[in-house]
């Protein structure tokens, strides 16, 4: 039976091309993703990517609790913002925090945004992308 997964994850991007190596030899934290723009999407060589994107997560984890993937990922960043908002200018980038959920058998994890990352948030400039995908589920896996 699938679980209900979350992922949390910081994002640097534009439209243009930047030096990902720059961003993270700044920040000096490895990023778990980057794409650069015109690259062709893995699964549909025919289509490109958009963008040029730096991003830092630590991938999906089986919880019903957002906290728990966001809050490793706020605490990597907290000490960087200077860092981030002189990227930011440098580069035109857009900085954004996204949490996907992946509902499974109808459990819903909790949802709060606490001050420490709404102050991050805030502080570089960043949104919330908040990505829900619900599954149907089968009654009979019920417990």
């Not at 720059?22 to 000096?28: F, P, S, Y």
Request: no cysteine; hydrophobic share 40%.
């Amino acid at each position: 039976m699938e679980k209900t997964r979350v992922q949390a994850y910081f994002s640097l991007s534009n439209d243009d091309d930047f030096p990902l190596d720059e961003v993270t030899k700044r920040l000096n934290i490895q990023p778990s993703r980057t794409t650069k723009v015109g690259e062709p999407l893995p699964l549909n060589s025919a289509r490109h990517y958009f963008s040029t994107t730096w991003q830092y997560g630590l991938g999906y984890k089986e919880t019903l609790d957002v906290d728990e993937v966001l809050m490793p990922v706020i605490d990597k960043l907290e000490s960087k913002v200077i860092d981030i908002l002189l990227l930011k200018k440098d580069y035109n980038l857009v900085a954004k925090f996204y949490i996907v959920i992946e509902i499974n058998n109808g459990r819903t994890p909790g949802l709060a945004i606490y001050t420490r990352a709404s102050k991050l948030a805030t502080e570089i400039d960043a949104v919330f992308d908040i990505d829900l995908y619900a599954y149907p589920y089968n009654e009979l896996d019920e417990v």
